[in-house]
């Protein structure tokens, strides 16, 4: 099929690859010139795992173009993807005006019927408003259809190849025809492609993204109830998570939940409900517990140096929100950072990705080491905030060799209790003994 993806942000860029990946001749267009140059020099301007293998392979053999121009992109293809940004505005709802910019620019272009993806995680309504654009500006038959996109960051690439379901939303046979064979190939294991309306599969994106968030969420308070109660959140993960309702997966706790969607669209969600007169109660206690969690190390922090860490030295390992990405936004170690510095301490940190984000946004408001290790040098005490699998196993007599003292607040529960009790760590994890 022909395909045209507008944006080749991170979605844009991975929906672009993948869908050529299977066959498709994609053109991605973008209108940042820079950024498309560095596409069609062969360079992935994210770092993803998996995904230079297939980009390279798919630009290679002619699948995969890059280009600033819409009008060239709209006329070669049958289906338009959009993967726009849509930031939260001033009042935290979700802003449009990239994908209705869009949507008015490709309407302007068509002269034969097109259909039209939304690809963005956009409040419910959108589908009817890009619609209505098309209506005001032409009058070739467009299908919008609305496309939520699943895929995490960091596992991007197989959650595109083998999605858990792809959700689509519109009541056009003809779209349901041609969305259907074109995601054939990525759901021969049976995994469901979910036809429904419109909005349905626009709130559908919400609701996934908040409940996961409510769900991590719920089990940041019980590890903080674990600490009072004497109880091991280890434990208690297991034991609810073997029961099917409730599931394995996403009972983590940590230091809240970062990224560029939870956050966003936790409060977007909010935002649309208010503006149906919905008080949407549980998540507004999500977004407020989640505040708290994100500096739960730097209370415990605070807690044992009674108050008092002017002039302490910390490391930090893991600034990215996770692991796996170079992705620092809404990033726990950032807000810990900032929490440290106000009160007087200095920073040194290490991260396998998020360096150079880190740098272009705070600057030398801390020391950057060139590794693990180095970063520990003179430090008072080691904080741990993203779970990164080289922090999982570390050589512990070099950690030992160059941290002052022998303590560690572990943001993500990395370590064995036991074990670091054995090797004479004051040692703070979330939700278990100390
Ligand atoms: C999330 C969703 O998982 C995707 O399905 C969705 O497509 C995506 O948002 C999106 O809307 O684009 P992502 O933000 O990449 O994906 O990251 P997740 O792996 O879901 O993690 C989100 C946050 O939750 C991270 O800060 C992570 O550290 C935290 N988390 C996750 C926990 O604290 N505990 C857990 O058990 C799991």
């Known amino acids: 099929m022909k395909i045209a993806v507008i944006g080749t942000g991170y979605v844009g860029l991975v929906t672009g690859t993948c869908l050529a990946e299977t066959g498709n001749d994609v053109i991605c267009v973008d209108i940042n010139e820079a950024k498309v140059k560095q596409m069609q020099n ?12 297939l980009f390279h392979r798919n630009i290679e053999q002619g699948r995969l173009l890059f280009t600033t121009n819409l009008a060239e992109a709209v006329e070669k293809s049958q289906i338009i993807f959009m993967a726009l940004p849509t930031p939260p505005g001033g009042d935290g709802a979700a802003d449009l005006s990239y ?21 963005s995680t956009v409040p419910v309504g959108t589908a009817d408003k890009v619609k209505a654009v098309f209506v005001e500006n032409t009058n070739i038959e467009v299908d919008v259809v609305s496309n ?9 690439v197989d ?3 083998k999605p858990d379901r792809v959700v689509l939303g519109t009541r056009s046979e003809k779209a349901m025809k041609i969305m259907a064979d074109l995601y054939a190939p990525y759901v021969r294991q049976g995994n469901p492609v979910l036809f429904m309306d419109e909005r349905s599969s626009e709130l559908t994106k919400y609701a996934a993204n908040s409940f996961l968030a409510t769900k991590i969420t719920f089990m940041n308070e019980i590890a903080n109830l674990c600490e009072l109660v004497g ?4 434990a208690v993960r297991r034991g609810i998570g073997s029961d099917d309702r409730i599931g394995k997966r996403f009972l983590f706790p940590g230091v809240g939940y970062g990224g560029s969607c939870f956050p966003k669209d936790v409060q977007a969600l909010v935002k649309s409900s208010d503006a149906y007169a919905y008080d949407f109660q549980i998540l507004k206690s999500v977004m407020e517990v989640n505040e708290k969690q994100k500096t739960i190390l730097v209370d415990k922090v605070l807690k044992y140096y009674k108050n008092d860490i002017k002039g302490k030295h910390f490391a930090l390992w893991g600034l990215a ?6 992705d620092i936004r809404e990033a726990p170690a950032l807000y810990i950072i900032d929490a440290l510095k106000k009160q007087g301490a200095t920073v040194t940190v290490f991260d396998p990705e ?12 801390v020391n950057y080491a060139k590794n693990q290790y180095e970063a520990l040098e003179n430090a008072d005490a080691l904080l741990i905030a993203t779970e990164w699998s080289v922090f999982r196993n570390p050589d512990f007599d070099k950690i030992e060799s160059k941290i002052k003292n022998k303590v560690v607040f572990d943001g993500r529960n990395l370590y064995d209790l036991q074990k670091m009790i054995d090797l004479g760590y004051y040692y703070n994890s979330i939700g278990r003994k100390l």
């Open 231 to 234: 109880a091991d959140v280890d």
């Open 159 to 161: 959650d595109f190849m």
């Open 99 to 119: 994908i209705l910019g869009a949507a008015k620019d490709i309407s302007k272009l068509i002269t034969e019927y097109k259909i039209i993806i939304n690809k």
């Open 42 to 53: 062969g360079e992935v301007p994210i770092y993803e795992p998996g995904l230079d293998l």
């Open 354 to 365: 998020a360096m150079e984000n880190v740098k272009q946004t705070i600057g030398d408001q």
């Open 148 to 156: 939520p996109e699943f895929l995490r960051e960091g596992v991007a």
């Open 321 to 326: 929100f996770k692991p796996e990405t170079d």
